[in-house]
């Protein structure tokens, strides 16, 4: 028995590269395109470093789509490497991003943070839910500009999509809503410090609860003051830990949808068969997807020094490629007559909820007494 399963081992490793070689030439050219659209949009975002790359990596990406990608067989020769990329490099960002956090500090500032955060976000998430409903923007897209309001831009969008199974379209439209309100938010909050007599400490707690991804964050704060940016950059990480619950939050509404949809009888007897074999720890676990459990596991490493100092900015980098090509693949994968068809009301939701946040965020302050 040992030597059958030595000699299926075997089998399985020699199998291994002529599976991948077969692969390759079907996702090299879509895996080439969105690289080749992230190479243009890493020269625009260092350009200006405000914008970054992942955004115009999608934006151009749509560009391409509504152009060259309008006839079918260019959109399905570029499918499988777009869908590869979209999919797995976005979820192994995630995981790189969290060598980005060091659980000690992002404790000793989530203390101070916390009413601020867990308040804004609560307020972010309801009002995303009835502003929704009552602009008639409905499932993924919804709950995509909700996150990515809520927590940190195109990063939670980056979770949450693999996790409720989004549509690339809902992607794209959420991505650039939630990239309009950065730009926006660079723009004006500072003014509103200014207006307020906001001190640094302050300013930084509020661009950190506000303002989505890190670096609009960084521009944001960093125009109020350098003791503004430094504050404001860790309690954005802090916010970034809310994916975590959310994810798995999200996971288990997705999966009591998906398991409403299955036949009642069909479903009576998966829940016997699980009652008898089954114990409920691993259903739990396979409500949290893999990435998030990495991310987890990178920032453990990281606060354990396990991973150098030396080695955070070429890990920032990698993260931020990553997250750039899978974007730009989302881009070119888009359904631009879908965009089309959902109209500006999405847009108007992102609004709503980027005035929402910025007042709750002042509110909460206020309240806190962290205003001062």
């Known amino acids: 028995m040992t030597a059958t399963h030595h000699s299926s081992d075997t089998a399985t490793r020699a199998a291994l590269p002529a599976a991948l070689s077969a692969a390759l030439p079907a996702v090299l050219p879509g895996l080439l395109a969105a690289a080749g659209i992230e190479i243009v949009a890493t020269v625009i975002g260092r350009v200006t470093p405000l914008v970054g790359s992942a955004v115009p990596g999608?934006?151009?990406?749509?560009?391409?789509?509504?152009?060259?990608?309008?006839?079918?067989?260019?959109?399905?020769?570029l499918a499988p490497g777009l869908k590869l990329a979209s999919s797995r490099l976005l979820q192994c960002?995630?995981?790189?991003?969290?060598?980005?956090?060091?659980?000690?500090?992002?404790?000793?500032?989530?203390?101070?943070?916390?009413?601020?955060?867990?308040?804004?976000?609560?307020?972010?998430?309801?009002?995303?839910?009835?502003?929704?409903?009552?602009?008639?923007?409905?499932?993924?897209?919804?709950?995509?500009?909700g996150v990515g309001t809520g927590i940190c831009g195109a990063s939670a969008i980056a979770a949450a999509s693999p996790v409720i199974e989004a549509a690339s379209t809902d992607i794209a439209y959420a991505v650039s809503t939630i990239f309009l309100f950065n730009i926006a938010a660079v723009l004006v909050f500072p003014v509103i410090g200014h207006a307020l007599g906001m001190t640094q400490h302050a300013f930084g707690l509020f661009a950190g609860t506000a303002v989505n991804d890190t670096?609009?964050?960084?521009?944001?704060?960093?125009?109020?003051?350098?003791?503004?940016?430094?504050?404001?950059?860790?309690?954005?990480?802090?916010?970034?830990?809310?994916?975590?619950?959310?994810?798995?939050?999200?996971?288990?509404?997705?999966?009591?949808?998906k398991g409403q949809a299955v036949p009642a009888a069909a479903r009576a007897e998966g829940d016997a068969t699980a009652?008898?074999?089954?114990?409920?720890?691993?259903?739990?676990?396979?409500?949290?997807?893999?990435?998030?459990?990495?991310?987890?596991?990178?920032?453990?490493?990281?606060?354990?020094?396990?991973i150098p100092a030396g080695a955070h900015p070429a890990i920032s980098a990698v993260a931020a490629f990553l997250v750039a090509v899978a974007l730009s693949a989302i881009g070119l994968s888009t359904d631009v007559a879908a965009l089309r068809r959902a109209g500006a009301t999405p847009l108007l939701l992102g609004a709503c909820l980027w005035v929402t946040v910025a007042v709750a965020?002042?509110?909460?302050?206020?309240?806190?007494?962290?205003?001062?």
């Open 275 to 306: 009652g008898r074999g089954r114990r409920p720890g691993p259903r739990l676990l396979k409500l949290v997807p893999w990435f998030l459990i990495g991310f987890v596991v990178m920032a453990a490493l990281n606060s354990a020094g396990a």
């Open 93 to 145: 960002s995630v995981v790189i991003l969290g060598a980005q956090l060091s659980l000690g500090t992002a404790a000793r500032v989530g203390l101070a943070s916390l009413p601020v955060m867990l308040g804004t976000l609560a307020v972010c998430l309801a009002a995303a839910w009835l502003y929704g409903r009552w602009l008639g923007v409905v499932g993924d897209l919804r709950t995509l500009i």
């Open 215 to 257: 670096s609009s964050v960084v521009a944001t704060a960093t125009t109020y003051g350098n003791s503004a940016a430094g504050y404001a950059v860790v309690v954005k990480l802090v916010r970034t830990l809310m994916i975590i619950p959310i994810c798995v939050g999200l996971g288990a509404l997705t999966a009591r949808r």
């Open 361 to 372: 965020s002042l509110g909460l302050q206020f309240l806190t007494g962290s205003l001062r």
């Open 58 to 77: 999608a934006l151009l990406g749509v560009l391409v789509a509504l152009g060259w990608l309008r006839k079918a067989p260019s959109r399905a020769r």
